[in-house]
């Protein structure tokens, strides 16, 4: 079974960039159609898509993140990487990775990882 | 950018009602509409996608139907399981904004 589970550290301070990995396991990673995206959820609030990425590297990003955030994929580790730049609070959240299949939405994701934004 | 509404934004609700849901995009996004059930921490679950086709293993009870700008998913009768927060998302090309949510609470 397909499994993405998410690392990094939990404690980022403002002004720096948050970095995490997700490994994935249990399934294929590099296969023509899927795509890998990240998508975040601020303590008791909704979910935000982050961006996404084509195993083959072409990048997708939220217009509002676009010019702090960079995801990236190492296929030889079956892992993709997160990182946002010049971090504020308003970054604190629990960050998942998930995986969708061409036309398909997310169907596959991590437990999700808590990153806290603080001095 | 496409932006999504959802409502109502809170739901009260008993075992064995019929609840609706309302998901707005702010432009046509055909049928590239999913929804995710989400319980506390726990990461969401895709229910439905194409707005309408139901995951394989997901309940018969919930429906999900419309096209263009206006979207519903339907619980046809409210399970103790059901009490989570739904979340549409559409995801017309490589992008993704998702509904603010509508908690479904026990009334």
């Known amino acids: 079974q397909l499994q993405l589970k998410e690392s990094g550290p939990g404690l980022v301070k403002p002004s720096e960039t948050l970095s995490l990995a997700c490994n994935v396991s249990g399934g294929p990673f590099i296969s023509s159609g899927y795509y890998w995206g990240w998508i975040r959820q601020p303590p008791g609030k909704g979910l935000e898509w982050i961006g996404s990425?084509?195993?083959?590297?072409?990048?997708y990003y939220n217009p509002s993140l676009k010019s702090r955030v960079t995801v990236s994929v190492d296929t030889s580790r079956s892992q993709i990487s997160l990182r946002l730049s010049s971090v504020t609070a308003a970054d604190t959240a629990i960050y998942y990775c998930?995986?969708?299949?061409?036309?398909?939405?997310?169907?596959?994701w991590g437990q999700g990882t808590l990153v806290t934004v603080s001095s | 950018d496409i932006q999504m509404t959802q409502s109502p934004s809170t739901l009260s609700a008993s075992v064995g009602d019929r609840v609706t849901i309302t998901c707005r995009a702010s432009q046509n996004i055909d049928t590239w509409l999913a929804w995710y059930q989400q319980k506390p921490g726990k990461a969401p679950k895709l229910l439905i996608y194409k707005a309408s086709t139901l995951k394989s293993g997901v309940p018969s009870r919930f429906s999900g139907s419309g096209s263009g700008t206006e979207f519903t998913l339907i619980i046809s009768s409210l399970q103790p399981d059901d009490f989570a927060t739904y979340y549409c998302?559409?995801?017309?090309?490589?992008?993704?904004?998702f509904g603010q949510g509508t908690k479904v609470e026990i009334k």
């Open positions: 998930a995986r969708r299949f061409r036309t398909d939405p997310f169907d596959f």
């Open positions: 990425i084509y195993y083959l590297g072409s990048t």
């Open positions: 998302q559409q995801y017309n090309s490589y992008s993704g904004a």
